[in-house]
């Protein structure tokens, strides 16, 4: 075929004469569409002058996209101008706005499409007026195709089938009027449609859409009419046109290839590992999410033994399990595993893989999916350390939910109560402890919950146990750690107080027999002893002995008393008052006998306490710091406020606590002096346990002792 431009005179019937300017696979591609005599396709070489062609006789003028074109001369050309070119490089010099169609150059395109294409523009009128209905009418008949040239507003400067034209009825009602951008129109129609996954196409920021190839594959949620749609876009700068916007409804095209392409998205962002590996062991795919698991390119990693990847040991593991696969013990395996990171690092990870058999049943390899699960592996060994460290504490122990319900319990729990794990598992702690027990624990919760400062609560029940008896219980109840400000659960540890109550008794018990048969007659002998040197003619001997028959009987009567305060400070309930630290220390002052002695209040405040404890307290104090500093002690009151521990401390001058002996001095029964009772400073301790306080031992004045209570709440109201 000639390469000079021909006459339409010359050819026969309905064939159409084209003249190609430019490209020679654009030619090439025209005549293989036309091969069957529709085409007479010639063809001016990439450097011809349009110009020269002008007058020249043909039914259809192709350019492709690589032709310098001067476009005013263009103008004079009668015949339709067809631009020809791909997508992704369509020319960066301007397109004329009267041109009459684009041609998307695809090999794969339909050649018939194509030739119909040409023939529609070569037949309809060439008047501008009239060319917007030919490739309209082109577009409409071959492919449900809308086209736009909008300017950078998005604003619709000429259109060839319109958005009505390619949208079903239910989404034409949905368009907004045509005054509105093209962007806006399109952004109103198509939504993002969670089945295919497919993501919104941002058509509210101009350019609006991609420039690749293929185009974005978008989906039109319209009911039962929905479907899938292509859209292109790129630029053109004709005038005041900025884009060149292309919409077709591929819903009935739609085939294998964007599916798989789909597909392929998917598994390659999928949150899984995946890989498939051959006979030899060796990697023939793995997905994005594996390689960037592993920290290497996916090329790194592609044709490379499997055995790369593993830690030292686990190549066997591996093998084992594949062995059990192809002898047909199991269809899939799942095993545990430990990966080796590009630098070295570890990751612990779940494989769930399959064997791989050719048509003919040969073993091809295996493929599978791999999971992350390093931090469920560290939660499982925290959990484990937990759990050997609550078996350890040898008293029941158990967690609840946040509804209260039972998650674990250990194995003191089920020896102690009878009830297993396996049954308890879901069931509320109520079918252990009782509903009013439960009650009291769930009050509690809700009030550690309320306060930040407060991190433990306690209380008491009966305990039923396998035989149907009950045990004095102690529960400790402890919040477990809150996961985004939200309550998880709690830990619960109960202990055996039989002893503890056992104790209590005795002491009451005790304390009755003290207060009853033993001080009546120690008053009597106290009253006798007092007035008897008063009453009797004693020599200064005898009523030396007189005097020590006195003081002997005055310290009866004060252990007699510090007994029935340890028995009694078991069993009162502390009611917390406002008091002055001030007045209740020089009140205790007063009643000790405390001879040459100094009191100095260095600051004072006014806290919550049970008054008449916290004058024990002061008292045992003060007696402490007279009989280990000497009469001419002296002993400092003051406030401790140092922003995390307030309360208050008693100090003295005296000869100080030595260390190894600070562990033991609340022990009851020690003492470091011959007829000192070792119970004053038990019952201090008694005190500040009643109140929930917390003590400490320091270094006092010239190092002398310091006793530090802190825990100690503030009180707003006037002292007692």
């Given at each position: 075929?000639?390469?000079?431009?021909?006459?339409?005179?010359?050819?026969?019937?309905?064939?159409?004469?084209?003249?190609?300017?430019?490209?020679?696979?654009?030619?090439?591609?025209?005549?293989?569409?036309?091969?069957?005599?529709?085409?007479?396709?010639?063809h001016l070489p990439e450097d011809a002058e349009v110009g020269d062609v002008t007058d020249t006789e043909y039914d259809c003028l192709v350019l492709a996209d690589t032709v310098d074109v001067d476009w005013a001369t263009?103008?004079?050309?009668?015949?339709?101008?067809?631009?020809?070119?791909?997508?992704?490089?369509?020319?960066?010099?301007?397109?004329?706005?009267?041109?009459?169609?684009?041609?998307?150059?695809?090999?794969?395109?339909?050649?018939?499409?194509?030739?119909?294409?040409?023939?529609?523009?070569?037949?309809?009128?060439?008047?501008?007026?009239?060319?917007?209905?030919?490739?309209?009418?082109?577009?409409?008949?071959?492919?449900?195709?809308a086209a736009f040239l909008v300017d950078d507003a998005g604003d619709v400067r000429w259109s060839a089938a319109g958005l009505a034209e390619v949208l079903p009825p239910g989404a034409k009602d949905r368009l907004p009027?045509?005054?509105?951008?093209?962007?806006?129109?399109?952004?109103?129609?198509?939504?993002?449609?969670?089945?295919?996954?497919?993501?919104?196409?941002?058509?509210?920021?101009?350019?609006?859409?991609?420039?690749?190839?293929?185009?974005?594959?978008?989906?039109?949620?319209?009911?039962?009419?929905?479907?899938?749609?292509?859209?292109?876009?790129?630029?053109?700068?004709?005038?005041?046109?900025?884009?060149?916007?292309?919409?077709?409804?591929?819903?009935?095209?739609?085939?294998?290839?964007?599916?798989?392409?789909?597909?392929?998205?998917?598994?390659?962002?999928?949150?899984?590992?995946?890989?498939?590996?051959?006979?030899?062991?060796?990697?023939?795919?793995?997905?994005?999410?594996?390689?960037?698991?592993?920290?290497?390119?996916?090329?790194?990693?592609?044709?490379?033994?499997?055995?790369?990847?593993?830690?030292?040991?686990?190549?066997?593991?591996?093998?084992?399990?594949?062995?059990?696969?192809?002898?047909?013990?199991?269809?899939?395996?799942?095993?545990?595993?430990?990966?080796?990171?590009?630098?070295?690092?570890?990751?612990?990870?779940?494989?769930?893989?399959?064997?791989?058999?050719?048509?003919?049943?040969?073993?091809?390899?295996?493929?599978?999916?791999?999971?992350?699960?390093?931090?469920?592996?560290?939660?499982?060994?925290?959990?484990?350390?937990?759990?050997?460290?609550?078996?350890?504490?040898?008293?029941?122990?158990?967690?609840?939910?946040?509804?209260?319900?039972?998650?674990?319990?250990?194995?003191?729990?089920?020896?102690?109560?009878?009830?297993?794990?396996?049954?308890?598992?879901?069931?509320?702690?109520?079918?252990?402890?009782?509903?009013?027990?439960?009650?009291?624990?769930?009050?509690?919760?809700?009030?550690?919950?309320?306060?930040?400062?407060?991190?433990?609560?306690?209380?008491?029940?009966?305990?039923?146990?396998?035989?149907?008896?009950?045990?004095?219980?102690?529960?400790?109840?402890?919040?477990?750690?809150?996961?985004?400000?939200?309550?998880?659960?709690?830990?619960?540890?109960?202990?055996?107080?039989?002893?503890?109550?056992?104790?209590?008794?005795?002491?009451?018990?005790?304390?009755?027999?003290?207060?009853?048969?033993?001080?009546?007659?120690?008053?009597?002998?106290?009253?006798?002893?007092?007035?008897?040197?008063?009453?009797?003619?004693?020599?200064?001997?005898?009523?030396?002995?007189?005097?020590?028959?006195?003081?002997?009987?005055?310290r009866m009567e004060q252990l007699i008393e510090d007994v029935l305060a340890i028995a009694r400070h078991g069993e009162m309930a502390v009611d917390l008052a406002p008091v002055s630290l001030e007045e209740v220390a020089?009140?205790?002052?007063?009643?000790?006998?405390?001879?040459?002695?100094?009191?100095?209040?260095?600051?004072?405040?006014?806290?919550?306490?049970?008054?008449?404890?916290?004058?024990?307290?002061?008292?045992?104090?003060?007696?402490?710091?007279?009989?280990?500093?000497?009469?001419?002690?002296?002993?400092?009151?003051?406030?401790?406020?140092?922003?995390?521990?307030?309360?208050?401390?008693?100090?003295?001058?005296?000869?100080?606590?030595?260390?190894?002996?600070?562990?033991?001095?609340?022990?009851?029964?020690?003492?470091?002096?011959?007829?000192?009772?070792?119970?004053?400073?038990?019952?201090?301790?008694?005190?500040?346990?009643?109140?929930?306080?917390?003590?400490?031992?320091?270094?006092?004045?010239?190092?002398?002792?310091?006793?530090?209570?802190?825990?100690?709440?503030?009180?707003?109201?006037?002292?007692?």
């Open positions: 075929m000639s390469d000079a431009p021909c006459d339409p005179a010359d050819e026969v019937g309905d064939v159409i004469a084209v003249l190609v300017v430019g490209s020679d696979a654009a030619a090439d591609r025209l005549r293989q569409a036309g091969r069957d005599g529709a085409l007479s396709v010639s263009v103008r004079n050309v009668a015949a339709p101008v067809v631009l020809y070119g791909g997508v992704d490089d369509l020319p960066d010099a301007p397109i004329h706005r009267d041109i009459d169609l684009v041609l998307e150059r695809r090999p794969e395109a339909d050649g018939g499409l194509l030739v119909e294409k040409i023939r529609t523009v070569a037949e309809t009128s060439t008047a501008p007026s009239t060319r917007a209905e030919a490739v309209e009418a082109v577009t409409t008949d071959t492919g449900s195709v009027p045509e005054t509105a951008s093209l962007y806006e129109r399109l952004g109103t129609v198509f939504q993002p449609h969670e089945s295919t996954g497919l993501s919104e196409p941002a058509f509210a920021d101009l350019p609006g859409s991609t420039e690749e190839r293929d185009g974005a594959l978008l989906w039109l949620a319209a009911g039962e009419e929905g479907g899938y749609y292509r859209h292109y876009s790129y630029p053109v700068g004709v005038g005041s046109a900025d884009r060149i916007e292309l919409l077709q409804n591929v819903t009935t095209t739609v085939g294998s290839h964007d599916r798989l392409a789909l597909f392929e998205e998917l598994v390659e962002n999928a949150q899984d590992g995946l890989f498939v590996l051959n006979a030899d062991w060796q990697v023939e795919y793995l997905n994005r999410t594996y390689a960037q698991l592993l920290g290497f390119d996916r090329e790194e990693l592609l044709g490379t033994h499997v055995a790369q990847q593993l830690s030292p040991g686990e190549m066997q593991r591996a093998q084992a399990a594949t062995e059990r696969l192809i002898d047909g013990e199991a269809e899939s395996a799942v095993i545990d595993i430990t990966l080796q990171r590009g630098d070295g690092t570890d990751v612990e990870a779940s494989v769930h893989f399959w064997a791989r058999y050719t048509d003919d049943g040969r073993y091809a390899g295996l493929m599978g999916a791999v999971r992350d699960i390093t931090d469920r592996k560290a939660r499982e060994r925290e959990l484990e350390r937990y759990e050997t460290i609550v078996q350890a504490v040898g008293d029941p122990v158990c967690t609840i939910d946040a509804e209260g319900r039972f998650v674990y319990v250990n194995d003191a729990f089920e020896e102690r109560t009878g009830y297993e794990l396996s049954t308890l598992r879901g069931e509320p702690i109520s079918l252990v402890i009782g509903a009013d027990a439960a009650a009291t624990g769930e009050a509690l919760i809700t009030e550690l919950l309320a306060d930040p400062d407060s991190t433990t609560a306690t209380f008491e029940l009966q305990l039923p146990d396998r035989d149907g008896a009950t045990t004095p219980t102690e529960c400790q109840i402890a919040l477990l750690p809150q996961e985004d400000g939200q309550y998880q659960g709690a830990v619960v540890v109960m202990r055996d107080i039989s002893r503890l109550k056992r104790r209590e008794q005795r002491l009451s018990k005790f304390a009755g027999v003290v207060s009853h048969d033993l001080r009546n007659p120690l008053d009597v002998a106290l009253g006798r002893a007092e007035v008897l040197p008063d009453v009797a003619d004693l020599d200064p001997e005898a009523e030396h002995h007189v005097g020590e028959i006195y003081e002997s009987l005055k020089a009140e205790a002052w007063a009643s000790v006998e405390t001879g040459d002695a100094e009191l100095r209040i260095a600051s004072t405040a006014t806290v919550r306490a049970h008054r008449s404890r916290l004058l024990r307290l002061f008292e045992n104090l003060f007696r402490n710091a007279i009989e280990h500093g000497g009469p001419d002690v002296l002993v400092e009151v003051g406030t401790i406020d140092d922003g995390s521990d307030a309360g208050f401390y008693v100090a003295d001058d005296g000869s100080g606590i030595p260390g190894d002996q600070r562990d033991v001095i609340f022990d009851d029964g020690f003492s470091t002096t011959a007829d000192g009772t070792g119970l004053g400073l038990s019952i201090v301790s008694e005190i500040v346990r009643a109140h929930d306080w917390s003590i400490d031992i320091a270094d006092g004045i010239d190092g002398g002792a310091r006793f530090e209570f802190t825990g100690v709440a503030a009180a707003d109201g006037d002292a007692e």
